[in-house]
């Protein structure tokens, strides 16, 4: 590289103030470095992906351009500067090139061998800083006084944008006391959003008053000996024990009796109504009032419609548990029936509700009290039961659904990313900074925000707001920039999934099972391994490992150990193992699959009536 | 007029003019910027961009042709290829200057209702060392 060249980096360097030569991101205002547990640091490229993974442990560092800020700040407020709007425009451009002709100098030093490619890359960067300074008059003069000096004076060659640098230094510093004073702020918020889409406000030092959240540091290996995980293996247990005496149950008498007595109630709202328009219409026959009689008409046959409809909604739910109640060891069935339950009692609710009203609407039209109150009563009743119904049912498939969310998180990961982006709201605990006086970075322990879970985000946004001089309320707020981070274990460490898998003996000598596969109760122990991929983290998720089941392959009450190696996937909705059965008296071998199952579901019969 | 980095071609040896030209656009490796014309913008032209041929990059040299009578070698500049750039071959004598690659081929073109400035003659430089 030849001595020009090295002066000229050593010049850029000292004026531009940084010494971040290394690739840096196009996106101007926040820039993100992640710094893991050895303290190695590593830049988080969001050009690259745009919701990028960092360690869930890790410290992340957030720096600010803050000239950047200035000269956005001047434009998106109109603060008139001594420099029109064009020009102020190819000032920002340049300064957003800035990063990229440092990384030019940078690459001429290292990066490439290739003296072509060197060339190119300067001469591309160098023509867009041209192009630029060409758009600024009195830039584009101060760059060619300079260069007309040069003539006169020593060998010694300055850059263009050196020239430039301070030529812009000084403009910043004009717009800097035009925004001071019209009063414009920066704000620097944070927040964490866990996988349901909850929002909280983190601390992020420097920039506001919020405190500390727990330490929290997310271990890198989690053994299943919490009473969490204890807990869990015995529902588990007792879901296998009476899967395996009598299926799977969703027996509940008042369960169906209750929607048989709204089904009820609708058929006396349909007599007390036919009976109304009945009279009506042969009160009509007597000379009463036509258009009354129309909008009588009309109402009734909103109503009949609406009461048809939900009476075949009702008849069929009840037919599909009659037809459960016949065949208990189907999970297809059982998921039919979860399934149709959810839709029905989703549908029921705004049904029930335009029904309702309806009825209310209707009563308006009649006169005669005793049907008033008839149909009050009916309203009463309906939406009575209808509730009582909700509640057991919002319970019995709260875990089902709960566990189907998270099984297809994967899918609609995105579409939460996306419904993240709304209600990040300041608050006054925020600070706000004069545009000179904005801290140029800051650090951000993440073990210092609380508990986080894998696929939790990290929300930053930057603001510039513009206060009135004269009331003080903020007029206007832009955001400048938003940056979003997911954090996943990274690398190796250790998880554990307690629950049941359905095992299937290869020798079937001294095994007495019923049917082909026996549920049991088992902990799995899985080894993983975080990458920087949020779809891999989130959809595949492999993991590898041990797994503990406790069969009963003789029937005989007792328990067998079984131990085996599983696979995992799918955010561990999906595992598939062999193993072998280490005390049972024949060790019969056997393959095993487990899916998370609701397992409120599989009880004995009535206990849903609790 | 003192110039460190530019090339005169002879005026009056059509030959050796040619050889000249041949020779730094086809047989040596420099950043060229010519300059057509005798008049004072030309001059100007030479200047500025005898200036600015003083840097090189990653090792790659910067020279300036001067061809003072466009006549001479006007068959051989509108045989030039077109890279990012092209020629107004029916009409040279709009041209003040225009920039050469590595890959013989035209890179840049200044007219003469452009502001000529060291700024000018510099982009032309540099749009010479585009990798095309």
Redesign the interface.
């Known amino acids: 590289m030849s001595k020009r060249l090295l002066c000229w980096m050593i010049l850029i360097v000292l004026i531009f103030g940084t010494i971040n030569t290394a690739a840096a991101d196009n996106l101007p205002i926040l820039k993100c470095n992640e710094i893991d547990r050895h303290g190695r640091e590593s830049k988080v490229n969001f050009s690259k992906h745009k919701y990028p993974v960092v360690d869930v442990n890790s410290t992340i560092e957030i720096v600010i351009n803050t000239s950047l800020v200035r000269s956005l700040a001047a434009k998106e407020f109109k603060i008139i500067p001594p420099i029109d709007e064009d020009e102020l425009n190819s000032i920002i451009s340049i300064l957003k090139l800035k990063t990229k002709m440092l990384k030019a100098f940078g690459a001429c030093n290292s990066s490439f061998n290739n003296c072509d490619l060197i060339l190119d890359y300067y001469s591309q960067n160098m023509i867009q800083l041209e192009l630029l300074v060409m758009k600024i008059p009195r830039l584009r003069q101060k760059v060619n006084e300079t260069m007309e000096l040069e003539l006169q004076g020593p060998a010694e060659l300055e850059q263009i944008f050196g020239i430039v640098a301070r030529e812009i230094g000084r403009l910043s510093k004009l717009l800097d006391e035009n925004t001071e004073q019209t009063k414009v702020y920066f704000r620097l918020g944070g927040w964490l959003i866990d996988g349901s889409g909850n929002e909280q406000h983190i601390h992020i030092p420097g920039f506001d008053e919020y405190n500390e959240g727990i330490f929290y540091e997310k271990p890198s290996f989690i053994l299943p000996i919490s009473k969490q995980a204890h807990d869990q293996y015995l529902q588990a247990s007792e879901a296998a024990e009476s899967y395996n005496k009598e299926g799977f149950s969703f027996s509940d008498d008042r369960f169906k009796t209750m929607l048989s007595m709204i089904a009820d109630s609708l058929e006396n709202a349909w007599d007390c109504l036919e009976q109304q328009f009945s009279k009506t219409r042969s009160n009509q026959l007597l000379g009463q009032n036509d258009s009354m009689l129309i909008t009588i008409q009309r109402s009734f046959r909103s109503i009949h419609t609406k009461i048809v409809t939900l009476r075949e909604k009702i008849s069929a739910f009840i037919k599909l548990v009659q037809t459960f109640q016949k065949n208990k060891n189907s999970f297809a069935l059982s998921s039919e029936l979860i399934n149709s339950t959810r839709i029905l009692f989703s549908e029921l609710t705004s049904d029930l509700k335009s029904l309702e009203n309806d009825l209310t609407d209707f009563n308006e039209l009649t006169k005669d009290s005793s049907v008033k109150e008839k149909l009050n009563k009916i309203n009463f009743e309906i939406s009575d039961k209808f509730s009582n119904c909700t509640e057991k049912i919002s319970r019995i498939t709260s875990n089902y659904l709960s566990i189907l969310s998270k099984a297809l998180d994967f899918v609609y990961g995105d579409n939460k990313l996306a419904f993240a982006k709304a209600n990040l709201e300041f608050t006054s605990k925020v600070k706000r900074f004069l545009l000179e006086d904005i801290p140029g970075s800051t650090r951000l322990d993440l073990r210092k925000i609380g508990i986080r879970n894998n696929s939790d985000q990290i929300h930053l946004r930057a603001v510039v707001e513009k206060e009135d001089q004269i009331s003080n309320e903020k007029l206007k707020s832009i955001e400048i920039d938003r940056r979003v981070l997911l954090m996943y274990q990274l690398g190796f460490h250790v998880g554990y999934s307690v629950g049941t898998v359905f095992v299937n003996p290869w020798d079937k000598k001294g095994v007495t099972l019923k049917s082909e596969f026996q549920m049991v109760p088992s902990y799995s122990i899985f080894t993983r391994w975080g990458t920087r991929s949020a779809s891999f983290n989130r959809i595949w998720k492999p993991g590898l490992g041990l797994n503990i089941a406790t069969p009963d392959f003789d029937q005989n009450s007792n328990p067998e150990l079984g131990l085996g190696l599983v696979i995992t996937l799918f955010c561990d909705v999906v595992q598939v193992g062999v193993g072998k059965n280490i005390r049972g008296d024949n060790s019969a071998s056997y393959w095993f699959f487990g899916l998370q199952l609701p397992l409120d579901l599989i009880v004995k019969p009535g206990l849903l009536a609790q | 007029m003192k110039l460190n980095h530019t090339l005169i071609i002879p005026t009056d040896d059509k030959i050796l003019a040619q050889k000249m030209f041949e020779s730094l656009i086809y047989d040596e490796d420099f950043l060229l910027v010519i300059v057509l014309g005798d008049d004072d913008i030309a001059q100007k032209a030479v200047k500025?961009a005898d200036?600015?041929a003083?840097?090189?990059?990653?090792?790659?040299e910067r020279k300036v042709v001067w061809i003072r009578n466009r006549e001479i070698l006007s068959k051989e500049i509108k045989a030039l290829n077109d890279g990012l750039a092209s020629l107004p071959k029916d009409n040279l004598e709009r041209v003040v200057a225009f920039s050469v690659s590595?890959s013989d081929t035209v890179m840049d073109v200044i007219l003469s209702s452009e502001t000529i400035?060291?700024?000018?003659l510099?982009?032309a430089f540099?749009?010479?060392?585009?990798?095309k």
């Open positions: 500025y200036s600015r003083r840097i090189s990059i990653a090792g790659y590595f400035d060291f700024l000018r510099d982009l540099n749009k010479a060392g585009v990798k």
